[in-house]
């Protein structure tokens, strides 16, 4: 096992604990299952994912993206700041050109 499926599956552990520990009260957790060992926990987890009706936790189906739709260009020409001081100071100016 290479370094990246032991972060992988670190990852997993802790988001699965994070999601346990919002799902299940931890006065709760303790007082039932904290004395078992990992092969019973594991035979308790399974017992009630077996009665639990999957379709009522079903992902949205899937279906294809929409198209986003085209925003319209503005119709104006980019004009450059250093063109628009000239002309500016010319304007201003007028006789010292």
């Known amino acids: 096992?290479?370094?990246?499926?032991?972060?992988r599956s670190y990852d997993e552990i802790a988001s699965t604990y994070?999601?346990?520990?919002?799902a299940v009260d931890e006065v709760a957790w303790s007082r039932r299952y904290a004395d078992l060992s990992p092969s019973r926990?594991?035979?308790?987890?399974?017992?009630?994912?077996?009665?639990?009706r999957l379709s009522r936790y079903?992902?949205?189906p899937w279906r294809p993206k929409k198209k986003?739709?085209?925003?319209?260009?503005?119709?104006?020409?980019?004009?450059a700041t250093a063109r628009i001081l000239e002309q500016?100071?010319?304007l201003?100016?007028?006789g010292k050109c």
């Open 1 to 7: 096992m290479d370094i990246t499926e032991l972060l």
């Open 18 to 22: 994070r999601g346990l520990m919002i």
């Open 41 to 52: 926990l594991a035979r308790a987890l399974r017992s009630i994912a077996k009665g639990m």
């Open 58 to 60: 079903a992902k949205n």
């Open 68 to 79: 986003a739709t085209k925003v319209k260009k503005k119709k104006f020409k980019h004009v």
């Open 88 to 90: 500016r100071k010319l």
């Open 92 to 94: 201003a100016n007028p």
